[in-house]
């Protein structure tokens, strides 16, 4: 090759070189291989090889007559980067050019061969897994190191600064949290990244490791939007501001999406959790409690162009909102989550609020109890809204919707909604379906005893709950055998039923109390069972009767009486008396303390 002449590689830009081309550093995932100018003495065929080296290196070799096994270039992954070098020392190539210029078939070869060089490259960038072990001896305390996967990082920061896209990081336990603020935006380049917390033994496992930071800057955060994907799983954080603050966005056409899962972040200084992305945003199994400056949120995602999802989260306690979602382009969905106890003051501050959404939102098993102002409320929603199986009691309002005049259908059902100074309140031109739901008393809505609906626009709230019918699978049971005693919770005609599971899944205040005055009963709590089902199991002690009895919200409770056998009893014959053995033998009982067991 002559001085000056170009070669693509991975990337497509070119690079100049006299006689070889040094490292040429290109953003992972690596691009089919691509080669312009060859050696004017042509390369009849291409030999590419996965060699044996520590680099991995592709070896690109010709059978070019004379030329014949010469190195003419290879790929190389060496740390994080994929370069592509040609051999030092290789034969002067200019003698032949002019005989192989036009061997345009040659030319055709080579690209042929392009699959299969990508196929090959492809392991080479393969992501890793970088540990961080504070305790650790002999961890490194800086970034810049050459081999991220062959060192232990005391630092998560230092983890994050040398890690390339798709790695995970493993954050082990230390002796106390890791007193730092880690700046996902370090990375270098950006791209999908997972940190994780794990166990001594390296698997994974939620809250073995804590960070807190002293400063005014979120525990895990970004300082400008990330591009690539991010998962964060299993940290305790708190610090004197939010415990977490991410914010992923890709420049190009795919977007970013953020995990965050298993992650407590209570008595922050801010938000527990804020979250933005240009795509999804999952959060499931976290904790955002007590976080008490003024104002601040447990968990709050804004911003979204893709579904909002959360799953299994409790956000109490805290001095803004529990769960406060805004500005999505697409769906939203919150299911098994408690947000109570919340003591925002704006109106629409308290258990849960979506307001600015496109797409469908859907509230499912979720308990939003004692907030100050709302239990739930919704503003400027495009399409469909549904909330089913929940509990809120207790709030200024239970449920409270501002101009929906745009939302396509708005549906609350099977809920109990109750003990509130305002049950329902809507300003909406929609029409609301609001039948199913136990609103405090037998005789419905905006009567004495229940809550109120009060508001803008058409609705409906027939027919709602007003029995409750107790039953049990055995009656009478007997002593020391379990029995299936069931409350069905319905109204109609025609015919409607609490949801199944509403109820305080995250608590230590279930929905519903079941006690016996016989034996013991165990109570799930909530409504386990089709057709508004809650059914316990009763294990009698004793002979005689047992009393069931159901307390639920605002008057929701019943009560039933089971007869129940005494067991097979164990009993002692008086002395001398004439007793028959199973044998057919007869014998004489208390000279042997015979004891048996009457059949």
């Known amino acids: 090759m002559s001085s000056g002449q170009a070669i693509r590689l991975a990337n497509g830009m070119p690079y100049s070189r006299r006689r070889a081309f040094g490292a040429l550093a290109c953003r992972q995932p690596v691009e089919p291989l691509r080669l312009t100018n060859i050696p004017s003495w042509g390369i009849m065929a291409l030999t590419p090889q996965l060699t044996d080296r520590g680099d991995q290196t592709i070896r690109i070799t010709s059978d070019a007559g004379a030329h014949a096994n010469t190195l003419v270039g290879r790929v190389a992954h060496q740390g994080k980067n994929l370069r592509a070098q040609q051999a030092l020392g290789e034969e002067t190539m200019s003698t032949k050019r002019s005989s192989f210029r036009k061997l345009l078939p040659l030319v055709t070869t080579l690209f042929l061969m392009l699959p299969l060089l990508f196929a090959l490259a492809a392991p080479v960038s393969a992501a890793g897994t970088i540990r961080v072990d504070g305790d650790a001896a002999g961890c490194v305390n800086s970034s810049g190191q050459s081999n991220p996967y062959g060192v232990v990082y005391c630092k998560i920061q230092d983890a994050v600064t040398d890690a390339s896209p798709g790695d995970t990081i493993h954050v082990y336990p230390r002796t106390g949290p890791y007193t730092e603020s880690v700046n996902l935006s ?124 959360i799953l299994n989260c409790e956000a109490s306690g805290n001095t803004g909102t529990g769960i406060w979602v805004s500005n999505v382009d697409g769906t939203v969905t919150i299911r098994n989550c408690t947000a109570s106890s919340n003591t925002g003051t704006n109106f629409e501050d308290g258990g849960i609020a979506v307001t600015r959404a496109n797409g469908a939102v859907s509230i499912t098993n979720c308990t939003a109890n004692g907030n100050t102002r709302v239990g739930f409320f919704a503003d400027a929603l495009d399409g469909a809204l549904q909330i089913s199986s929940c509990v809120f009691t207790g709030n200024e309002v239970g449920v409270l919707f501002h101009e929906l005049s745009e939302a396509d259908q708005v549906l609350v059902n099977e809920s109990i909604i109750c003990g509130n100074a305002y049950g329902l309140g809507a300003d909406l031109t929609a029409s609301i379906g609001a039948e199913g739901n136990w609103w405090g008393c037998t005789t419905g809505p905006n009567t004495s005893g229940c809550d109120s609906v009060i508001g803008d626009g058409p609705g409906d709230a027939t027919p709602w709950i007003d029995t409750v019918t107790a039953s049990a699978s055995v009656d009478p049971a007997v002593a020391g055998q379990p029995t299936v005693v069931s409350f069905q919770f319905s109204g109609g005609p025609p015919a409607v039923y609490l949801g199944e599971g509403p109820g305080d899944l995250h608590g230590d205040d279930p929905t519903f109390i079941v006690t016996t005055d016989n034996g013991t009963v165990i109570d799930p709590g909530f409504i386990n069972a089709p057709q508004g089902v809650l059914a316990a199991t009763l294990i009698p002690a004793f002979g005689g009767t047992a009393t069931v009895t159901l307390v639920g919200p605002c008057g929701l409770d019943e009560q039933i009486v089971l007869g129940v056998q005494a067991a097979a009893a164990d009993f002692v014959p008086e002395p001398g008396s004439v007793v028959l053995l199973t044998s057919g033998l007869v014998g004489l009982a208390g000279y042997a303390r015979l004891r048996l067991r009457k059949k």
Not at 271 to 295: F, L, P, R, S, Y
């Open 186 to 309: 370090d990375m270098d380049p950006e791209g999908d990244l997972t940190l994780v917390t794990v166990s001594a033994a390296g698997v994974p496992t939620p809250g073995t490791a804590e960070v807190h930071y002293g400063g005014p800057q979120a525990e895990i955060r970004t300082a400008t939007a990330f591009d690539g994907d991010v998962t964060i799983d299993g940290f305790v954080v708190y610090s004197e501001a939010s415990g977490i603050d991410v914010e992923v966005e890709s420049p190009g056409s795919a977007d970013s999406n953020l995990v965050i899962r298993n992650v407590t972040a209570n008595g922050t200084g801010a938000h527990g959790i804020e979250a933005e992305a240009d795509g999804d945003v999952t959060i499931t199994n976290c904790q955002a409690n007590n976080n008490t400056a003024g104002g601040k949120n447990g968990i709050m995602v804004y911003d979204t162009g893709g579904d909002v999802t």
